[in-house]
């Protein structure tokens, strides 16, 4: 059963909410809201998106390509080749004219040959497909990585958000419950007012009580004023948070709290984006050590070529072959790549171990600081009942003309303090145990993406 804030305003206007059990659907809403709209993890989900369009183009090396390539060349001049036919035949051609007493045998020219074409054209379609290439395996391995590497990038923010929600949603229940004790303590200053008013109109009060009690009025009224301001800031940002109009209205609950316990859990996204860059160093590692292995490539290709145009089947042809690269020698840059991404993972693994031991100092300091933060709240709750039973003694003096305006004023003002220091405490203990809820990564997440 959901119990919602509980206000108890005694006669003295004081102000107490000890629910044993509460529920926390409406915030649990609105952290979903934000993990839904958030602008900033919007921004993160792009940045999936990408990531998940990059290994998919990497998948696609694999397949073979399929291109239509098409040119046409005209030239004249440049350098040719002498055919020297005339020379060669036309003696023979004289000769069997004169055996044949005829002209069947006509002279010829010698002939020139240009090698560069005129009028020629040449399409082709050609599907090439690679057989050995490392790199492109190497690539597609490295891709599915930054993949993972983006999904953790996003949980990482989204406990952050998660935090920061709820942090902002406290700030707003605590900053509307200092607005409901001040407006109860500026009640008890009226009466005030309105008892000095009645007193002096019998004879029996002073004009010095009265202005005093006036003037406590005056600044309870400015801090009512500073304290809704206050809030208005408060509601802003929450709904900045959760990504909609800064001025919607803010449902408020009281929220379940839960004995602080460091709990043991599963990895830390943090840690997870460093392995992640780890493995990514170590594939790339793996693919500047192939640098040796071969790149083999087949293609086949499908078309017509000729001159003026002419498309018969003597122009159709094909042509199939295969294509290696090896390398030989480029200035021993692979080895230096090799040993640049040998530092680099390296420099990773130190990285990760330093992580991993500041994760666990902050989950240790997280669950001392709220146990701290509960033991204050408890201590503050007390300090509230005395300051309460002090003003009751106090107010019924005052009713009965036996104790002086400052005194009056100053237990009224004791009572405010204690409230809003109970306040203060109880918002420093559930922001402690949203730290101490982000430090162990506890929260299930359920990012739509």
Known sequence: MKQKLIILLTGLGSMLFLPSAWSQEVLDAYIKQGLDSNLVLKQRSVQLDKALLALNTAKSNFLPSVNFNASYTSAEGGRYSELPVGDMLNPVYS??????GTSAFPQIQNQQINFLPNNFYDTYIRTSVPLLNMDIYANKRIQEQKVELSNLDMQVYARELVKNIKVAYYNVIMASKSVAVYESNKKILEQNVALNEALIKQGKGLKVNLLKAQTELMKMNTSISTAKNQLKNAEAYFNFLINRSLDTPIILEEVATSNPQLETVKEREEVGLINQSIEIQESVLKMNKNYWVPKINAFLDLGSQGTNWEVSRKSAYYMFGVSASIP???GSRNQQQIKQTKYEL?????QLDQVEQQLELQR?????????ARENWETAKVQLEASKEYFALVSGANREGLTSQLEFIDASNQVTNAELFVLIQYQN???SLAE????AATYPLNINH
């Open 95 to 100: 000769t069997l004219n004169q055996m044949t």
């Open 429 to 431: 203990y559930l922001s």
């Open 328 to 330: 030989i020698y480029n």
């Open 364 to 372: 240790q300091q997280a669950l001392r600081n709220t146990l701290n």
């Open 436 to 439: 101490l809820e982000r430090a």
């Open 346 to 350: 390296e420099n990773a693994r130190l």
